[in-house]
């Protein structure tokens, strides 16, 4: 009884704080069960039976398993550059889609089902995805933008200049510049087995929703700087699950 009354004592003697109990533990969250080789198989068999059906404006039907297997590939990243409406992920098991947050949860795109992501640019009108074709020994450019304000995505082809050896040279990114009026230019490079490198260059005027035909020019030294690439990071576990509706 002495032993208990001490004990109360010294309670009473610290801070409340001191008294009260520990909070409960927070549960952790319940472990994703792996896709299995069969559902990865089907899910990429879906997306190339509708190989020629993709609009890159529109959101694609991508069911649970499709979007498991586009944001838990190894090369799908976290985008999120400051003054963007984001995050947006980008990447994808077969060619290179885009999910990004809507009032109604997450939107997955299909940009480019025979592509993959050369480069990420950030600039006045949106985020730029750069891609190129990797099918079939390779082949083009092209560009996606996903403007700032939340409009439809919009996508274009960047045209493989006359006189080159195709798919073995094709042009390669360089850099792309954008003033706030949307006037801009997107610089590439092809390599050549037998002659100097060409380098050549793509001109818009609306912020890169089109583009003119390639312009050969000579290397370039100067001019309007590259567009900052925004840091892109691995897609964390509960990310994966919320855009897929885990």
């Excluded at 083009?140 to 939340?150: D, H, Q, R």
Aim: proline share 11%; charged share 20%.
């Amino acid at each position: 009884m002495r032993l208990a009354n001490i004990a109360l004592a010294a309670c009473l003697g610290l801070t409340a704080a001191g008294c009260q109990k520990p909070p409960p533990a927070v549960p952790a969250a319940p472990a994703v069960t792996p896709l299995t080789d069969a559902q990865r198989d089907a899910a990429r068999e879906t997306l190339t039976a509708h190989e020629g059906e993709w609009d890159c404006a529109a959101p694609a039907p991508f069911d649970k398993v499709t979007r498991r297997l586009l944001v838990e590939d190894a090369e799908a990243r976290v985008v999120s550059p400051a003054g963007f409406p984001g995050p947006v992920v980008i990447g994808g098991a077969t060619g290179v889609t885009v999910f990004r947050k809507a009032a109604a949860g997450w939107a997955g795109y299909m940009i480019d089902p025979i592509s993959q992501v050369q480069a990420v640019r950030y600039g006045p009108q949106g985020l730029y995805v750069i891609t190129k074709v990797v099918r079939e020994g390779g082949g083009p450019l092209g560009l996606a933008l996903l403007p700032t304000g939340g409009g439809a995505l919009v996508c274009a082809g960047l045209a493989t200049p006359e006189g080159l050896d195709v798919p073995a040279e094709h042009p390669e990114f360089v850099s792309l510049s954008m003033d706030p009026e949307g006037k801009g230019a997107l610089s590439a490079k092809a390599e050549r087995a037998e002659a100097a490198p060409l380098w050549f260059r793509y001109e818009t005027q609306d912020g890169g929703a089109t583009w003119s035909p390639a312009q050969t020019v000579t290397k370039p030294t100067a001019g309007a700087p590259d567009l900052p690439a925004p840091d892109q990071r691995k897609v964390p576990p509960a990310l994966a699950r919320e855009i897929a509706g885990a």
